[in-house]
């Protein structure tokens, strides 16, 4: 999975997700944590590093709420249209870039845009794991917790969740974003997918034969799903301030 180490990183924030685990009108993205919209503290968290050289957010077609923003850090920021799935919205994205670097290599980080806790350390440790070894990666870390099996059918028929089993966890690892890859190995790994749904980009490259670089960063790089995540990423921002 090499790729020009030299070539530029670019961000990619998929924002076209409508949130509904949050309950309530406003799409996760939009909401109010600490002064700011849980998007724009996950796009300052990208363009903070120094090798980001701006980034393409991609919202959903009837988004009224996207602040039009063309530049932040004094880096630029591009918009395009998302897609019915995650996995859609970063392949607009990519497109969208490719055209405005008219067709130059480029590494696209991508970086959902409900992780406002991301750290710069995090960031840099996966840039330059990914940029030395020429390969891409994402951030995640070792399962901790006892995994259970359940079936899946009882809980649609509004029947308890059972233990049937206890999985193995030495061998898993939770798989966060930011995730790293040369923009022209995951266009094509995201065609290849299309109609199954990739969760993330490392999912697409494995499924084209890649092994994406695991490197471990912080369990607080939460993804903001339910209500409590949003009062806990409020803590955590407020602390991260702090140093
Ligand atoms: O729904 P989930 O939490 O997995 O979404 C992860 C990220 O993908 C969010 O930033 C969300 O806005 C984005 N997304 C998207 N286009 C979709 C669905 C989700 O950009 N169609």
């Not at 998007?39 to 957010?57: F, I």
């Not at 845009?113 to 891409?136: I, K, M, S, V, Y």
């Amino acid at each position: 999975m090499s790729a020009a180490a030299a070539a530029p990183v670019w961000a990619i924030l998929p924002a076209a997700g409508r949130g509904r685990r949050m309950g309530g009108e406003l799409p996760k993205q939009y909401l109010q944590l600490a002064g700011r919209s849980v998007l724009e503290h996950s796009l300052r968290a990208v363009l903070a590093h120094p090798q980001v050289q701006g980034a393409m957010v991609a919202t959903a077609a009837d988004d009224s709420l996207w602040p039009g923003w063309e530049a932040i850090e004094g880096k630029p920021v591009l918009h395009c249209v998302g897609g019915a799935e995650r996995a859609d919205s970063v392949a607009a994205a990519l497109m969208a870039l490719a055209t405005h670097l008219q067709g130059a290599e480029f590494w696209a980080l991508v970086h959902d845009a409900a992780r406002p806790c991301l750290r710069l350390q995090d960031l840099d440790r996966l840039l330059c794991a990914c940029l030395a070894a020429g390969e891409g990666g994402l951030l995640g870390a070792p399962v901790r917790d006892t995994l259970k099996r359940i079936e899946p059918a009882a809980l649609t028929k509004g029947e308890p969740a059972r233990a049937l089993g206890t999985q193995p966890r030495e061998a898993l690892w939770r798989a966060f974003t930011p995730q790293l890859f040369p923009a022209s190995l995951l266009a094509p790994a995201l065609a290849a997918c299309a109609g199954s749904v990739a969760t993330d980009e490392a999912g697409a490259m494995e499924r084209a034969g890649h092994q994406p670089l695991l490197v471990e960063g912080r369990e607080d790089n939460l993804k903001i799903t339910t209500p409590a995540d949003l009062a806990l990423a409020e803590f955590l921002l407020a602390r991260g301030s702090a140093g």
